[in-house]
Structures are given as C-alpha cells and as structure tokens.
C-alpha cells in the first residue's frame, strides 16, 4: 500500500529531496535497465535520472544514446511518423545528457519541431513539449509565435470548463509559457493556469493521482511558484509538495493512484522528474532551462 504522509517529528519531503531522489532514481536504474525511446522506461527515466543530481555510472545514459542512435539509423531519422511529439521528448532526454539533438546518426531531431499541423493535431501536449524541447535546446522555431497562440487558446478553453480531468494539459502548457513570462498575454495566460491548477487540488493537497500531481509540482516550479509554502496549494495544512508522498510505496517506487498496492513506472518516472524540479527550485534552478540560440 502507498505510504501515509510522514507524521509528526519525522522527515518531511521538503527537508529530504536529496534522499529521495537517490532512492527513486536508484529504483529506476534498477527497474529500467536498458531505457530505450519511449514514453515509459524511456525519456522520463533517463531525464530523472539525469536531473536528480544522484551520482550515475555513465554507461547508464551511454546505453539510451546507443538505443536512440540504433533507432534513427535503422528508421533513416523516423522516430514516429504520426506523433511528433516524440522527438520532443527524445530531445529534452538528449539535452539532459549533453548529448547533440542536432546530430544524430547525422539527423536533426529538432527539423520535425516546425511540422505545425501535425502538432497541434495531435494537441496541446504536443506544442507545449516542443515550445519547451525547443527552448532547452536552443533551435529556433519557425512557428513559435503560432505556436504559443495555439497553446494560450486551449489552456484557455481547459481552464473555462473547470474540468478537473484537464489538469495534466494546463500543467504542460504551464510549464511551456514559463518560458514566455515576458509577454502579457502569456503571463496572464499563466496567472490564470496557475489559479486553476489551486482550484483543481484536492482537499488532500494533490491533483488527484501521482502523474496529475507531478505534472502540476513541474509545471509550477517551472514557473516560479513554492509549491511546499505558497499558500495557493496548502488544502488542509497539507502543501501540494508534500502530497506526492501519498504515492510512494516507500522503496523509491510509486502507485499510480492512493490505495494501488503496486508500483507504476510511469507514476515513479513522473515523481522524480517532480522532486527533481522541487531541488532544483531551492537551488534558484529549473529543470528545463533555456539554452541561448
């Protein structure tokens, strides 16, 4: 069963991300030894990892750049012909490693960053990672204005339907506009995500399962916001930082939603992306930072 929140006189999340992380990251490398592209056991573990500021034999991120550059070779640079999204993702997996999106196997993953109707066919989601897979990665967008329209105009309708169900896309577009905090459409496009995702929270102080919760701790460290003391993300004295302990199993495992008794990798690679953007906030830091083009 997933662990209650730590009670009084013990440790607290915020007082032990360093250990966590180590415990998490150690349960990933253990549990995905091989990670491959992939939006499990793939990507989000190798970023984690890398992210975590856990010590990790080198050979671990040399083996996903083996199977990443085995696989655009064999495919002649196709990482997925219907989601791009996924050159996204192997990007920011990339830059989290110091390894060069620009070349791999002589391909370009950035090139299919501009392919505008694919993406935003396929969603939000979609532009959000690749406005952020862009900016880490310093390639320059020819539809980066296109995009961040798009982007603003469906967080907007999410936001308008007060769907909770939504929580994940505000949290990912969030997370995108952090980068644009300059404009003030974004900004107050972001003002307006951010006080959403407060009124989504659950009286338990998460977003209702593990990844929800974890999207919404990334995005808003992402975007300046404490996520253990702002005020806006305490229900019932319990902060939405703390909350994500509601789902580990307490061996650096976590459920996906309270109460599963076992482990979901997709829940364990999302929290440590989660506490790893909880670490990196107390170090003035986030864990995607723009690289200058």
Not at 15 to 23: C, V, Y
Not at 133 to 148: K, R
């Amino acid at each position: 069963m997933a662990m209650a929140l730590w009670g009084c006189g013990q440790s607290t999340l915020e007082t032990d991300l360093d250990g966590q992380a180590e415990k998490t990251a150690t349960y990933i490398r253990e549990n995905v030894a091989s990670p491959v592209i992939g939006s499990v056991g793939g990507e989000w573990a190798v970023l984690g990892v890398a992210q975590s500021g856990v010590e990790t034999d080198q050979s671990y991120f040399d083996t996903y750049y083996d199977n990443v550059r085995a696989a655009v070779k064999s495919s002649e640079g196709v990482i997925h012909d219907t989601f791009y999204t996924d050159y996204a993702r192997v990007t920011l997996a990339l830059c989290a490693i110091d390894k060069d999106p620009y070349d791999v196997e002589s391909y370009d993953l950035t090139e299919n960053f501009d392919r505008y109707d694919e993406l935003t066919w396929q969603g939000a989601n979609a532009v959000a990672y690749t406005l952020i897979a862009a900016n880490v990665s310093g390639a320059s967008l020819q539809y980066e204005d296109d995009y961040i329209s798009f982007l603003m105009d469906e967080i907007g309708k999410y936001i308008d339907e007060e769907n909770s169900q939504q929580t994940d896309y505000v949290s990912m577009g969030l997370a995108a506009l952090s980068f644009y905090s300059d404009m003030e459409a974004s900004s107050n496009m972001m003002d307006r995500a951010i006080e959403y995702l407060s009124s989504m929270q659950n009286d338990d102080g998460s977003m209702g399962n593990c990844e929800s919760t974890a999207e919404a701790i990334m995005a808003l460290s992402q975007s300046g916001v404490d996520v253990f003391s702002d005020e806006r993300f305490i229900k019932n004295g319990v902060s939405l930082g703390e909350s994500l302990m509601i789902y580990s199993l307490g061996d650096g495992g976590f459920v996906h939603t309270e109460g599963d008794e076992q482990p979901n990798q997709m829940a364990t690679e999302k929290a440590l992306i989660a506490i790893d953007s909880m670490k990196l906030f107390k170090e003035n830091r986030a864990i995607y930072e723009r690289k200058e083009q």
